[in-house]
């Protein structure tokens, strides 16, 4: 079992930057693979981007790659994701998940945060 809480999210302007934290409980989190995904108000939950277990492998989605990093420090049992240059429409509900293989899909992963809000304003 693996039980996640983010924290970190809040209200700014954009081009703004915003650090969320992912902290895991139980000690099967450095064997799964972590991703971050967020929910607009009245859109799908969608892939933000992933990191694997060891930290030596990310992928993004081409929304935020350049602007979003994700990293993770197993002996902290924490996970990171780094948002820079924030933009209006990266306003969402952010979560973190763990899985076993850390595909794309929401079903890929087995554990979920609560979400943390992250709001942009223009």
């Known amino acids: 079992q693996v039980r996640l809480v983010e924290s970190g999210g809040g209200l700014l302007q954009a081009g703004g930057s915003l650090r969320l934290s992912c902290a895991a409980s139980?000690?099967?989190?450095?064997?799964?693979?972590m991703g971050w995904f967020r929910q607009a108000p009245g859109k799908e939950r969608e892939f933000v981007g992933v990191i694997s277990w060891s930290g030596g492998n990310t992928n993004y989605a081409d929304s935020v790659k350049g602007r979003f990093t994700i990293s993770r420090d197993n002996a902290k049992n924490t996970g990171y994701l780094q948002m820079n240059s924030l933009k209006p429409e990266d306003t969402a509900v952010y979560y973190c998940a763990a899985g076993p293989t850390g595909g794309l899909s929401r079903y890929d992963y087995d554990y979920w945060g609560q979400g943390t809000q992250v709001t942009v304003s223009s």
């Open positions: 139980g000690r099967a989190f450095s064997t799964y693979a």
